[in-house]
């Protein structure tokens, strides 16, 4: 197991130690830590673990998980290519919106996997995860805009799951996902 593999299991670890939200371990099945490539030039970072994702432990494995993979594929990349997590480790109750203390309380664990990683580019999937580093930023004007945040390059885009409920929004994150490619051959 390499070192980074090895650093990133114990920030799991020290999560379920340290009793992160216990109301939402309570309900929940699983962790998910987050889960991909420890030397990813690229990480992932969702909002929350969802039903699918609380049954299996693994993040973006339902249905926008398998939306997300195609999207990796139009770009010449796999999961094994990345790193996939969260805002939140734990699946809040029947899906809804992470709560400000709930996200306040993970940021540490998802700084420190950052910190771990050091990926060259930080992608957030919706406005959950986009607005942990920016509060002020409106996803439908500024998805697909790359910003700097603490020295790495972020893009914020759309959740893959908004183009499940929104058609229309399908080509946008397929157009916004070629950006990724452009920024991290940079």
């Known amino acids: 197991m390499n070192d980074k593999q090895a650093r990133l299991d114990q920030i799991a670890a020290e999560i379920g130690k340290s009793n992160v939200c216990p109301d939402l371990a309570k309900t929940a099945k699983h962790l998910v830590p987050g889960?991909?490539?420890p030397d990813a030039d690229i990480m992932f970072v969702g909002e929350a673990?969802?039903?699918?994702?609380?049954?299996?432990?693994?993040?973006f494995v339902g249905a926008a998980g398998r939306f997300l993979d195609e999207l990796l594929l139009s770009i010449g990349l796999r999961r094994e290519d990345v790193f996939i997590t969260s805002i939140l480790?734990?699946?809040?109750?029947?899906?809804?919106?992470?709560k400000p203390h709930e996200k306040d309380a993970f940021w540490p664990y998802l700084l420190a996997q950052i910190e771990v990683i050091q990926p060259k580019l930080i992608v957030a999937l919706g406005r959950h995860g986009a607005n942990c580093f920016f509060p002020d930023l409106k996803i439908g004007e500024e998805h697909g805009r790359p910003r700097e945040?603490?020295?790495?390059?972020?893009?914020p885009l759309y959740h893959p799951a908004a183009a499940l409920y929104n058609g229309g929004m399908r080509q946008t994150l397929i157009d916004d996902f070629k950006v990724i490619t452009t920024l991290s051959r940079n």
């Open 35 to 37: 889960e991909g490539n």
């Open 89 to 98: 480790k734990y699946r809040p109750p029947n899906n809804r919106d992470p």
């Open 149 to 155: 945040w603490d020295g790495y390059t972020f893009l």
């Open 49 to 59: 673990p969802g039903k699918k994702e609380d049954e299996t432990g693994r993040p």
